[in-house]
């Protein structure tokens, strides 16, 4: 898998914004939206068509449909919620399996404490989505699960990721896409990415 750095503009202008030390919470939420929107925009561009005729005003006509069972949006609680609305956006029908899983601020290491998966999901594409990417250890725990549930195709959708979160993900997922809005330099010592966006989920719920 090699990492998909979405550089459209509009990307890349949005994840400028949202790197401001000043951003309100309001900019913020409205930011991470619209990103999961532009991320899912791409991360959905090979999904297969089917042809069907539908009546139309003028009568018959050939259109074409995704074909299959609804996608599953996978959010990771908390900042995955985030992304979510942006998501729905482009996705409204879509079935949601939320993930509870936090990282411990001492270990890095991540701690699950809830799921509640979609049915069938051995027959969806599953859009995992949060914000950061860091050492990889939440999202990896996530696929982990999902796979254990069934789940076969899974792209993950990031704002930001960091090289040593991407070489995890691909050392334990290699079939797993990931699409980003930005990859930044590297971890710090406390496991937050640099240049980053600091904590998103607080700058989200306005925790901080
Ligand atoms: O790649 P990792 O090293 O696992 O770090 C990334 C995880 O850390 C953050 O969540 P956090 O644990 O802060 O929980 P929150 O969403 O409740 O803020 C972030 O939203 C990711 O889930
Ligand atoms: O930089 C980081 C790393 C983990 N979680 C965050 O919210 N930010
Ligand atoms: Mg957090």
Known sequence: MTPTEVNHPLVK??????????????????LAAELGSLLTY????DLATEQATIESWSGPVAIEQIQGKKVTIVPILRAGLGMLDGVLELLPSARISVVGIYRDEQTLKPV????????????????????MLATGGSLIASINLLK???ATRIKALVLVAA?????????AHPDV????????RCL??????????????????GTK
């Not at 998966?117 to 989505?129: E, M």
């Not at 090289?163 to 050392?171: D, M, N």
Request: aromatic share 8%; proline share 5%; no cysteine.
């Open 13 to 30: 202008h949005k994840i400028g914004l949202l790197r401001a030390a000043d951003i309100s919470t309001k900019q913020f939420r409205q």
């Open 188 to 205: 710090n010592e406390q496991g937050y990415i640099l240049p980053g966006l600091g904590d998103a989920g607080d700058k989200l719920f």
């Open 177 to 184: 896409e990931l699409y980003t809005a930005a990859i930044d």
């Open 148 to 150: 254990q549930h069934g």
């Open 163 to 171: 090289p040593e979160g991407i070489a995890a993900l691909q050392q």
């Open 112 to 131: 699950p404490y809830f799921h509640k998966l979609a049915a069938d999901l051995d027959q969806r594409l599953a859009l995992v989505v949060d914000p």
């Open 42 to 45: 791409e991360a959905t561009r």
